[in-house]
């Protein structure tokens, strides 16, 4: 069974300061996405990743995957008040849309 | 381009009744999948429909189905309601990574039906 897990879960950070979460997967898998969701509301799509060694970047976060590893990493870089939310992995398993998600990691930023 | 929609977005309901969801995709969008997320369990996937057939299913019990019409457009259902079933239920749609493109199935999420059990 494939299991997705983050860490941290919970990450309070300061205004300009730069982070990692992280993201690990236990099955093979050739696609990788990063949602972010605010209180109350649904999920935005922020990345897809596609292939070892993908990364894509908007803005102040960056994702990379590495499928060797089964490991993904979105990096925040100099965190602003607005970039609070959480923040989902999710992997694809098999063909079409079943989508495993990791537990979330919550996001703080604070000034 | 509108988004993908779904209705009613809030629901109450008491235990042993049943309840209907509905889901519209993003237009040209023939892959309808549902999720749960509950503050204890998370996000968990419930089944996807594509083409009007059940393309993948989770590990819910069979009180909770689906089905998808001919315009893509789908509804799930729960039968017999538990306090346990309150939850966000949420409804995304994707193109079909099978048909000769990427296989990247990008998810699009829907608002939300908020469901409260009583």
């Known amino acids: 069974e494939l299991k997705v897990e983050q860490n941290p879960l919970f990450l309070s950070m300061q205004e300009g300061k730069n982070y990692t979460i992280y993201c690990n997967y236990s099955t093979t898998s050739d696609r990788l996405y990063w949602y972010r969701q605010d209180p109350g509301k649904s999920l935005e799509s922020l990345f897809v990743l596609l292939s070892n060694g993908a990364v894509k970047q908007e803005g102040r976060l960056m994702a990379s995957l590495d499928t060797k590893a089964r490991l993904s990493t979105l990096h925040i870089t100099a965190a602003v008040h607005d970039l609070s939310a959480t923040y989902f992995c999710a992997v694809g398993l098999n063909q079409g849309g079943k989508l495993i998600f990791g537990q979330g990691t919550e996001l703080s930023v604070k000034p | 381009k509108a988004g993908v929609t779904q209705t009613p977005r809030y629901l109450i309901k008491t235990r042993g009744q049943q309840v209907t969801l509905s889901c519209s995709p993003i237009?040209?969008?023939?892959?309808v999948s549902w999720y749960q997320q509950t503050p204890g369990q998370g996000l968990q996937f419930l089944f996807e429909y594509f083409s009007e057939t059940q393309r993948n299913k989770g590990n819910f019990p069979g009180r909770f189905s689906g089905r998808q019409f001919s315009n893509s457009r789908s509804e799930m259902n729960v039968s017999t309601l538990e306090l346990g079933d309150s939850a966000l239920y949420l409804c995304a749609s994707s193109l079909d990574g099978l048909a000769g493109g990427p296989s990247y199935n990008e998810q699009f999420f829907g608002p939300g039906t908020r469901l409260t059990v009583l």
């Open positions: 237009s040209g969008h023939r892959s």
